[in-house]
């Protein structure tokens, strides 16, 4: 059976692991860079889902 001593070791450890790990997440998170293969245009209204159709500005042509 586990004792107190050694639950309670058990979650400091379990929780100081878990808290590394989100802050290691969140430092590879913020210097990712981005893909710039990885941005597509939208070539129709109806291409994916909740798309939305390009603003164009009065006299500029696409």
């Known amino acids: 059976m586990i ?3 050694q639950l309670y070791s ?3 450890f379990l929780g100081s692991a878990a808290m ?3 802050v290691l997440y969140h ?3 913020i210097n990712a860079q ?3 293969g990885l941005e ?3 070539t129709s209204e109806k291409a994916g889902v909740g798309a939305v ?3 164009t500005v009065a006299g ?3």
């Open 3 to 5: 004792s107190d001593s």
């Open 27 to 29: 430092f590879l998170e």
């Open 40 to 42: 597509t245009k939208l």
């Open 10 to 12: 058990l979650a400091i």
């Open 34 to 36: 981005d893909d710039a």
């Open 20 to 22: 590394l790990m989100i």
């Open 53 to 55: 159709k390009p603003v």
């Open 60 to 62: 500029e042509s696409q």
